[in-house]
């Protein structure tokens, strides 16, 4: 399995277009048709976070398995740092690992939590 295409777009959720209004989602696709999805910081609608990875760090991705996702962003941090530890870059970042763990929670037909370890709780407590 390798990353065909990576895919950024915001969804309006307010009534009118402002910036704060909006969402900022990442979509990873594999070449076997399966995809992952991941929200970036929604600080001014994501369009910074979303820009770092069409931009920059998708480029260096595609072709790529999925499945090494550690290494991946490990190495994009890197390459990028001087974009800023912090913000922007962290957003895109962060957008990307949830996106790269659901790809592979549906490859492996497992949920995410599981392949964090497991649940530790099953049920809500009554009194909340």
Not at 79 to 89: D, Q, W
Not at 107 to 118: A, R, V
Request: aromatic residues 6%.
């Amino acid at each position: 399995m390798k990353i065909r295409d990576i895919e950024v777009f915001q969804v309006s959720w307010g009534p009118d277009d402002r910036p704060q209004q909006r969402s900022a989602w990442v979509r990873v696709h594999s070449d076997d048709g399966l995809c992952g999805i991941g929200e970036a910081s929604p600080m001014q609608g994501g369009l910074a976070s979303l820009g770092i990875i069409a931009r920059d760090i998708a480029p260096g991705l595609i072709g790529k398995d999925p499945l090494d996702h550690a290494v991946l962003l490990d190495t994009a941090l890197h390459t990028f740092v001087k974009l800023g530890p912090e913000g922007a870059l962290s957003g895109a970042l962060a957008a990307l690992d949830i996106a790269l763990w659901d790809l592979k929670g549906k490859f492996l037909g497992q949920p995410i939590y599981k392949l964090l370890g497991g649940a530790w709780r099953t049920s809500l407590p009554s009194n909340l």
